[in-house]
């Protein structure tokens, strides 16, 4: 087994060798971009990648009704692998080195594959993407968790990709820039800012966890905490909602959430301008439209322009925990989403960018913000700040939150909201569209709190 201070040996070397140069510039200055005379669309002269397109949201009800906004339609379904592989009956990881025009801190721990069509096709004429057969071409191996998930539903258009984990038995070439890690190597990695990519950990989510058996040997030394964990992530454990409970209250909020989606012109869209360049909101908040050339070492392909979604603020998700019965259990709300592909799916107890609420009403505000950002230190079992997608997100971060607190039934009095365990958060992702992007990323950094100490492999 590698040790991690030979990995960051490795890291520290490849911040040598690979890196992404990026340079703003206008969008109308973008090579190969353009957008359409009559709406604005931005796309690719190829026809590939993604679009950058204008949609009015209508939600009656909600404390705001109606806005407009720009939004990612890339409606190819990406590939996001990771290779397994046991060495003296441990497995490991293939990871990858990769370096994001959107990282802030250059290169982050990727998946063995992190691919779009496009790019796995070749559409931008650079080079093969290594390792791709093992996922196209899956029957040959063990697959270990294949399904589609959705990716941000606030700047993506009913955006999937394929997650996928694929266990081998033979050999594997080991290519430069790739690292086999352990799965307690890779949680440990969760706990430093800006390393482990949101591709690697939306698939960490997905991978089925071993626990250990209840009161294992290895057990006796764990805090409380702890062990109520390590419960929470085993079949049968004590559950507050039963799965059939859980599947009823997800499809009648669903059949209930009343969210209209529809196109409008990128060109004059309501609340927002073209100003030195860029697509603004009025506000000065959320987000701006950007172009950005980009310059390489270690990619596929060594220089090229793109627009890019460039958030303002950071953004916040908590995930509340408590103990009922000895099980841990995490709370969770319905969350309606611009871009989901079926109105609403599994969101963490918290997810906002609190500096918006400064310019939206009041009823807008999270029921649990102080909740989770007014914790105690000794209640915050997580704090860390994650980058997310660095292929089209331009330096946007998110403060990872896990905060316990005793169990208070008046928590989940909301209708949107339910106690519910890893465990069953684990069985949901065994489909798609259950639980979303955020969720995903925070139950990665709980199943760490697990897993670092505990023997926990694939199964």
Not at 330 to 357: H, S
């Amino acid at each position: 087994m590698r040790s991690l201070e030979e990995f960051y040996r490795a890291l520290d070397d490849a911040r040598e060798r690979m890196f992404t140069t990026v340079e703003r510039v206008p969008l109308d200055a973008l090579a190969g971009w353009s957008a359409d005379p009559a709406t604005g669309t931005i796309r690719h002269h190829r026809g590939g990648f993604f679009t950058v397109e204008g949609v009015r949201v209508d939600r009656p009800g909600h404390p705001v009704d109606h806005w407009s906004q720009p939004i990612i339609n890339q409606p190819e379904i990406g590939i996001l692998g990771i290779l397994v592989k046991e060495f003296d009956g441990v497995p490991h990881c293939l990871m990858q080195l990769k370096a994001e025009p959107g990282n802030c801190d250059g290169i982050q721990v990727s998946p063995t594959v992190q691919a779009t069509r496009s790019n796995y096709l070749r559409v931008h004429g650079g080079n093969p993407v290594p390792y791709l057969e093992y996922f196209r071409e899956p029957s040959r191996h063990r697959v270990v968790a294949d399904v589609r998930q959705s990716e941000q539903g606030a700047w993506f258009l009913r955006k999937r990709n394929r997650n996928m984990v694929v266990e081998v038995q033979g050999e594997v070439e080991l290519l430069h820039g790739f690292h086999w890690l352990t799965l307690p190597q890779l949680h440990r990695l969760l706990a430093q800012d800006d390393l482990v990519n949101m591709d690697t950990r939306s698939v960490l989510a997905c991978l089925p966890l071993i626990a250990p058996e209840p009161e294992h040997e290895r057990d006796r030394d764990r805090d409380e905490f702890t062990m109520a964990l390590l419960r929470s992530c085993r079949p049968g454990s004590p559950t507050r909602h039963s799965e059939q409970n859980l599947l009823s209250w997800i499809t009648d909020t669903r059949v209930r959430t009343d969210l209209s989606v529809s196109g409008v012109p990128l060109t004059g869209l309501p609340g927002w301008r073209r100003v030195e360049g860029r697509i603004s909101h009025d506000s000065g908040r959320f987000f701006d439209v950007i172009g950005v050339q980009v310059t390489a070492a270690g990619r596929e392909v060594a220089r090229w322009d793109q627009p890019m979604i460039a958030p303002y603020g950071m953004g916040v998700v908590g995930l509340l925990v408590t103990r009922i019965d000895g099980v841990l259990h995490a709370l969770v709300q319905l969350r309606a989403e611009v871009g989901y592909v079926d109105a609403v799916e599994l969101a963490p107890t918290l997810q906002c960018v609190p500096e918006n609420y400064d310019v939206l009403p009041p009823a807008a505000r999270p029921p649990l913000l102080d909740e989770v950002l007014g914790a105690p230190a000794s209640a915050v079992r997580f704090d860390t700040v994650q980058s997310e997608e660095g292929g089209r997100f331009y330096h946007a971060r998110t403060r990872h939150l896990i905060v316990e607190t005793p169990y208070r039934p008046e928590l989940a009095e909301h209708p949107d909201f339910r106690w519910v365990t890893p465990h069953q958060l684990s069985g949901l992702l065994r489909h798609s569209h259950y639980v979303s992007m955020e969720a995903r990323s925070l139950l990665a950094c709980l199943h760490s709190l697990a897993t670092v100490s505990s023997p926990a492999g694939v199964r």
